[in-house]
Protein backbone atom coordinates (compact mmCIF):
# COMPACT_ATOMS: atom_id res chain seq x y z
CA UNK A 1 0.00 0.00 0.00
CA UNK A 2 1.29 3.27 -1.28
CA UNK A 3 1.70 5.56 1.72
CA UNK A 4 1.47 9.08 -0.40
CA UNK A 5 3.50 10.82 2.30
CA UNK A 6 4.81 13.98 0.39
CA UNK A 7 0.94 15.26 -0.44
CA UNK A 8 0.01 18.85 0.43
CA UNK A 9 -2.88 17.92 2.83
CA UNK A 10 0.03 15.56 4.68
CA UNK A 11 2.10 18.31 4.54
CA UNK A 12 -0.04 20.69 6.45
CA UNK A 13 -0.90 17.86 9.15
CA UNK A 14 2.68 17.85 9.50
CA UNK A 15 2.82 21.59 10.27
CA UNK A 16 -0.02 21.17 12.53
CA UNK A 17 2.24 19.11 15.12
CA UNK A 18 5.00 21.21 14.58
CA UNK A 19 2.97 23.89 15.82
CA UNK A 20 1.82 21.93 18.70
CA UNK A 21 4.48 22.84 20.95
CA UNK A 22 4.48 26.29 19.81
CA UNK A 23 0.83 26.70 21.18
CA UNK A 24 1.37 24.49 24.39
CA UNK A 25 4.30 26.78 25.23
CA UNK A 26 2.27 30.01 24.60
CA UNK A 27 -0.40 28.97 26.97
CA UNK A 28 1.84 27.96 29.72
CA UNK A 29 3.69 30.97 29.33
CA UNK A 30 0.75 33.01 29.28
CA UNK A 31 1.01 34.33 25.92
CA UNK A 32 -2.81 34.10 25.38
CA UNK A 33 -3.36 36.63 22.30
CA UNK A 34 -0.28 34.54 20.85
CA UNK A 35 -1.75 30.96 21.48
CA UNK A 36 -5.47 31.89 20.35
CA UNK A 37 -3.43 32.76 16.78
CA UNK A 38 -1.39 29.50 16.84
CA UNK A 39 -4.70 27.84 17.80
CA UNK A 40 -6.70 29.72 14.87
CA UNK A 41 -3.58 29.15 12.55
CA UNK A 42 -3.77 25.01 13.44
CA UNK A 43 -7.66 25.39 12.83
CA UNK A 44 -7.99 26.45 9.90
CA UNK A 45 -5.43 24.01 8.36
CA UNK A 46 -7.34 21.32 9.62
CA UNK A 47 -10.04 22.44 7.38
CA UNK A 48 -7.90 22.98 4.75
CA UNK A 49 -6.02 19.87 4.48
CA UNK A 50 -9.52 18.45 4.98
CA UNK A 51 -10.83 20.29 2.18
CA UNK A 52 -7.89 19.33 -0.56
CA UNK A 53 -8.11 16.18 0.21
CA UNK A 54 -11.58 15.20 -0.23
CA UNK A 55 -12.42 17.43 -3.45
CA UNK A 56 -8.76 17.18 -5.15
CA UNK A 57 -7.96 14.04 -4.53
CA UNK A 58 -5.12 14.30 -2.85
CA UNK A 59 -6.42 11.66 -0.01
CA UNK A 60 -3.59 9.14 1.14
CA UNK A 61 -3.67 6.39 3.39
CA UNK A 62 -0.93 8.00 5.52
CA UNK A 63 -3.16 10.94 5.51
CA UNK A 64 -5.88 8.99 7.27
CA UNK A 65 -3.92 8.07 9.81
CA UNK A 66 -2.29 11.34 10.76
CA UNK A 67 -4.97 13.40 10.85
CA UNK A 68 -7.08 12.25 13.22
CA UNK A 69 -3.81 11.39 15.73
CA UNK A 70 -2.71 14.74 15.43
CA UNK A 71 -6.21 16.02 16.26
CA UNK A 72 -6.40 14.06 19.51
CA UNK A 73 -2.70 14.87 20.19
CA UNK A 74 -3.75 18.79 19.94
CA UNK A 75 -7.11 18.57 22.21
CA UNK A 76 -5.88 16.27 25.19
CA UNK A 77 -2.68 18.39 25.11
CA UNK A 78 -4.55 21.69 25.69
CA UNK A 79 -7.04 19.91 27.99
CA UNK A 80 -4.39 18.94 30.33
CA UNK A 81 -2.21 22.19 29.85
CA UNK A 82 -5.62 24.33 31.12
CA UNK A 83 -6.79 21.44 33.71
CA UNK A 84 -3.15 22.46 35.60
CA UNK A 85 -3.76 24.98 38.00
CA UNK A 86 0.07 26.60 37.39
CA UNK A 87 -1.33 27.52 33.90
CA UNK A 88 -1.62 31.73 34.01
CA UNK A 89 -5.57 30.95 32.69
CA UNK A 90 -8.40 32.36 34.14
CA UNK A 91 -10.34 29.34 33.37
CA UNK A 92 -9.17 25.80 33.84
CA UNK A 93 -10.63 22.42 32.87
CA UNK A 94 -11.65 20.17 35.88
CA UNK A 95 -9.28 17.05 36.03
CA UNK A 96 -12.41 14.73 36.04
CA UNK A 97 -13.59 16.27 32.35
CA UNK A 98 -10.11 15.41 31.63
CA UNK A 99 -9.69 12.50 32.69
CA UNK A 100 -13.41 11.28 31.11
CA UNK A 101 -12.33 12.66 27.58
CA UNK A 102 -9.36 10.66 28.30
CA UNK A 103 -10.97 7.74 29.27
CA UNK A 104 -12.82 7.80 26.33
CA UNK A 105 -10.50 8.14 23.50
CA UNK A 106 -8.24 5.51 24.84
CA UNK A 107 -11.03 3.10 25.12
CA UNK A 108 -11.98 3.94 21.32
CA UNK A 109 -8.18 3.54 20.16
CA UNK A 110 -8.27 -0.07 22.37
CA UNK A 111 -11.08 -1.41 20.78
CA UNK A 112 -10.37 -0.19 17.45
CA UNK A 113 -7.02 -1.67 17.44
CA UNK A 114 -9.21 -5.19 18.60
CA UNK A 115 -11.44 -5.13 15.82
CA UNK A 116 -8.75 -4.37 13.30
CA UNK A 117 -6.21 -6.73 13.97
CA UNK A 118 -8.57 -9.07 15.03
CA UNK A 119 -11.48 -9.05 12.79
CA UNK A 120 -10.36 -6.91 9.68
CA UNK A 121 -12.80 -4.03 10.83
CA UNK A 122 -10.65 -1.09 9.53
CA UNK A 123 -13.55 1.32 8.69
CA UNK A 124 -14.45 3.76 11.28
CA UNK A 125 -16.42 6.68 9.69
CA UNK A 126 -17.05 9.23 12.54
CA UNK A 127 -21.18 9.76 13.71
CA UNK A 128 -22.94 13.03 14.48
CA UNK A 129 -22.18 12.26 18.08
CA UNK A 130 -18.52 11.96 17.45
CA UNK A 131 -18.57 15.05 15.52
CA UNK A 132 -20.33 16.82 18.16
CA UNK A 133 -18.02 15.53 21.04
CA UNK A 134 -15.15 17.28 19.03
CA UNK A 135 -16.90 20.46 18.79
CA UNK A 136 -17.72 20.42 22.31
CA UNK A 137 -14.47 20.15 23.09
CA UNK A 138 -12.67 22.22 20.20
CA UNK A 139 -15.62 24.95 21.57
CA UNK A 140 -13.85 24.65 25.45
CA UNK A 141 -10.31 25.34 24.01
CA UNK A 142 -11.69 28.48 22.13
CA UNK A 143 -13.76 29.61 25.34
CA UNK A 144 -10.74 29.54 27.76
CA UNK A 145 -8.43 31.24 25.18
CA UNK A 146 -11.14 33.75 24.19
CA UNK A 147 -11.70 34.00 27.94
CA UNK A 148 -8.16 34.95 28.37
CA UNK A 149 -8.19 37.67 26.19
CA UNK A 150 -11.09 39.08 27.38
CA UNK A 151 -13.51 38.62 24.48
CA UNK A 152 -15.46 35.99 25.58
CA UNK A 153 -17.62 35.55 29.32
CA UNK A 154 -16.49 32.81 31.62
CA UNK A 155 -20.36 31.45 31.46
CA UNK A 156 -19.51 30.43 28.16
CA UNK A 157 -16.71 27.91 29.27
CA UNK A 158 -18.49 26.71 32.03
CA UNK A 159 -21.70 25.77 29.14
CA UNK A 160 -18.63 24.29 26.65
CA UNK A 161 -18.06 22.17 30.03
CA UNK A 162 -21.83 20.49 30.86
CA UNK A 163 -21.97 19.77 27.08
CA UNK A 164 -18.92 17.99 26.79
CA UNK A 165 -19.56 15.78 29.66
CA UNK A 166 -22.89 15.20 28.20
CA UNK A 167 -21.61 13.88 24.75
CA UNK A 168 -18.51 12.70 25.97
CA UNK A 169 -20.94 9.97 28.10
CA UNK A 170 -23.08 10.28 25.36
CA UNK A 171 -20.76 9.25 22.18
CA UNK A 172 -18.52 6.34 24.42
CA UNK A 173 -21.91 4.80 24.86
CA UNK A 174 -22.44 4.91 21.13
CA UNK A 175 -19.34 3.86 20.33
CA UNK A 176 -19.86 0.64 22.46
CA UNK A 177 -23.06 -0.17 21.13
CA UNK A 178 -21.83 0.54 17.52
CA UNK A 179 -18.43 -1.63 18.74
CA UNK A 180 -20.77 -4.53 20.00
CA UNK A 181 -22.68 -4.84 16.82
CA UNK A 182 -19.91 -5.01 14.24
CA UNK A 183 -18.03 -7.52 16.62
CA UNK A 184 -21.54 -9.85 16.66
CA UNK A 185 -22.12 -9.32 12.59
CA UNK A 186 -18.52 -9.98 12.29
CA UNK A 187 -18.60 -13.48 14.69
CA UNK A 188 -21.68 -14.66 12.46
CA UNK A 189 -19.52 -14.05 9.10
CA UNK A 190 -22.09 -10.91 8.03
CA UNK A 191 -19.99 -7.67 6.86
CA UNK A 192 -18.33 -5.41 9.81
CA UNK A 193 -19.69 -2.12 9.44
CA UNK A 194 -17.25 0.62 10.54
CA UNK A 195 -17.75 2.01 13.87
CA UNK A 196 -17.28 5.39 15.34
CA UNK A 197 -15.33 8.45 15.20
CA UNK A 198 -12.95 10.31 17.19
CA UNK A 199 -10.08 7.34 16.94
CA UNK A 200 -9.92 7.66 13.41
CA UNK A 201 -11.81 9.53 10.13
CA UNK A 202 -11.27 11.45 7.38
CA UNK A 203 -8.99 14.22 6.47
CA UNK A 204 -10.33 17.17 8.13
CA UNK A 205 -11.83 15.67 11.34
CA UNK A 206 -11.01 18.62 13.80
CA UNK A 207 -12.72 21.32 12.32
CA UNK A 208 -15.82 19.12 11.40
Not at 97 to 104: G, P
Not at 148 to 154: C, F, H, T, V
Request: with cysteine; charged share 10%.
Amino acid sequence: MELRPWTLPNLLTFARLVALPFLISAILEGEHMQAFAIFFAMAVSDFVDGYLARHFGMASPLGALLDPIADKLFLVSTFIVFALKSTPSNIHIPLWLVLLTVARDVLIVAVALVMALGLGIKSFPPTFLGKANTFAEISTVVAILMNNIDRMPAWVADVCFSVTLLLTIASGVHYVFRASAAIARASQGGPGNGIDGGAAGPPGSLAS
